[in-house]
């Protein structure tokens, strides 16, 4: 059965994509392939970014799924991944994928904002079938560990 977690980001400073890089980085830093799914394109391209710059001591190999010839341990897309190892999928985007079941595990990120989604993803999540977790994150720093 897939495990589903929630990050609630309350008066946090990371935006929602900062966090999941810390995310990441600890979960590649234990061995983890992941898939980061995003909502669109855009937001796919921006992660790219954000992956590269986030952190200047630390280099986390990742990629689009777009290009089929290539494998990484993290891959980012707004589409279902093909993948041979689906261990770890962050979802960054407002809706469940319908390929969550795919993965052990699942991690949403939850701001202020965004509280709505997250309800509805949460209660989508239970009428899946699964008992998802909630973690408050409070007083993190941009940049530790």
């Not at 977690?5 to 994509?17: A, G, K, Q, V």
């Not at 980012?76 to 093909?82: I, M």
């Not at 977790?133 to 530790?144: A, C, D, N, T």
């Amino acid at each position: 059965m897939t495990q589903v977690t929630f990050y609630l980001l309350e008066n946090h400073p990371l935006s929602p994509e900062q966090f999941a890089c810390r995310l990441i980085d600890k979960a590649w830093r234990n061995g983890l392939p992941m898939h980061i799914h995003t909502a669109d394109e855009h937001s796919c391209q921006y992660m790219d970014q954000l992956l590269w710059s986030w952190r200047e001591c630390s280099f986390l190999p990742h990629g689009t799924i777009s290009d089929p010839h290539q494998q990484y341990p993290i891959t980012l897309g707004f589409s279902q991944p093909a993948l041979e190892q689906k261990r770890l999928l962050i979802n960054l985007s407002s809706q469940v994928p319908d390929f969550f079941r795919d993965f052990a595990r699942v991690c949403e990120v939850v701001v202020e904002d965004q509280k709505a989604i997250s309800r509805a993803k949460f209660r989508a999540y239970r009428q899946a079938g699964t008992e998802p977790e909630v973690h408050p994150m409070k007083g993190l720093s941009p940049r530790s560990n």
